[in-house]
């Protein structure tokens, strides 16, 4: 069985300033035309009402905005926010305004990988949807023929070595036989625990300082995908 390969995205395969200085105010700036136009379709509406009962039953569709913008400012990890901006997002991309930033050794490494008979897998914080259609909207073009599945916290936190176990699990084969790329340290140590190989990016543009002994936690440290050699 070829070796597998897991990658997390932001802070990866891309730069975390890009969902921070794009994605999110382009989502900010987009609800409330968006709620306008499509509030009474309904996948949207369900999603609006649900943040209208958290809140007390707000009646006003322009105060269940105000309440969204307000969790993307304080980058709230909310279902009902990630699945309304995932929508938001796709107008975004299907419009071109935007495409998704991908770090330039990082296309290169993935297709090459694709072509030795690696599996690829990602797995965000962000939703499935919302990871489909950065990879399919890159820089790079469309990447997600390369990709065999699509995990996000639905499988359960990134912290949690369980999480990569249900992973391993779900791709069917051995936790031995993947390999987790991701750029937080901590995200790591769960999928070692977990039985996974694992290397750590640490890319200048998104973190400045290196991190390096200690700081690495035992990891395999790259700075770039072209320095990855799965299965060395």
């Not at 309304?84 to 997002?89: A, P, S, T």
């Not at 990988?113 to 990602?122: D, E, I, R």
């Amino acid at each position: 069985m070829p070796l597998a390969i897991l990658t997390d995205i932001e802070g990866t395969t891309s730069s975390i300033s890009f969902v921070k200085d794009v994605l999110f105010p382009y989502a900010r700036r987009a609800l409330p035309g968006f709620v306008a136009a499509h509030g009474d379709e309904p996948e949207v509406r369900k999603w609006l009402d649900a943040v209208a009962v958290e809140n007390g039953g707000m009646c006003q569709d322009e105060m269940i905005v105000e309440t969204l913008q307000g969790w993307i400012d304080q980058d709230r990890k909310h279902t009902a926010l990630k699945a309304l901006q995932g929508m938001v997002w796709e107008a975004g991309y299907r419009d071109a305004d935007f495409t998704a930033h991908i770090y330039p050794d990082a296309a290169p490494a993935l297709r090459a990988w694709h072509a030795a008979g690696h599996p690829l897998y990602v797995y965000s914080s962000g939703s499935v949807p919302a990871q489909k259609l950065f990879f399919g909207h890159s820089d790079a073009g469309d990447l997600t023929p390369l990709v065999s599945g699509w995990f996000d916290t639905e499988i359960g936190g990134k912290r949690e070595a369980a999480s990569y176990r249900r992973i391993a699990e779900a791709i069917g084969v051995p936790a031995s036989e993947i390999v987790f790329l991701s750029d937080v340290v901590e995200e790591l140590d769960a999928a070692r625990a977990a039985g996974l190989r694992t290397v750590l990016l640490d890319r200048r543009q998104d973190y400045p300082q290196p991190r390096q002994g200690d700081a690495t936690h035992g990891h395999a440290r790259a700075e770039s995908f072209a320095e990855i050699a799965p299965g060395a």
